[in-house]
């Protein structure tokens, strides 16, 4: 059974930064393409930055330059640094892996910045 489980979500001053983690289990990341996907309230759920098995990262363009994608094949988790926090990034944010023709996800973090 795969699952994702997202941490490191919180409560943050605007210009603070937070690491989010997504530990995956039952697959293993190495071999896959892994998404940040983010949804605010009212809102729908919007991409955010992906990192590909060869290496390859891509990020929207209202996150590039704060934000960066990485992974650790062996510890099979993947993470996103936020720096330079805005008001306009609170949203809950979710781990995406699509693996053939299965979409997984996980149940999400929540980021609020706000002072």
């Known amino acids: 059974q795969v699952q994702l489980v997202e941490s490191g979500g919180g409560l943050v001053q605007p210009g603070g930064s937070l690491r989010l983690s997504c530990a995956a289990s039952?697959?293993?990341?190495?071999?896959?393409?892994m998404n940040w996907y983010r949804q605010a309230p009212g809102k729908q759920r919007q991409w955010v930055a992906k990192t590909t098995s060869s290496g390859t990262t891509g990020y929207t363009d209202s996150v590039k330059g704060r934000f960066a994608i990485s992974r650790d094949n062996a510890e099979n988790t993947v993470y996103l640094q936020m720096t330079s926090l805005k008001p306009e990034d609170t949203a809950v944010y979710y781990c995406?892996?699509?693996?053939?023709?299965?979409?997984?996800w996980g149940q999400g973090t929540q980021v609020t910045v706000s002072s």
């Open positions: 039952g697959i293993s990341i190495s071999a896959n393409t």
């Open positions: 995406h892996l699509p693996n053939r023709a299965t979409n997984y």
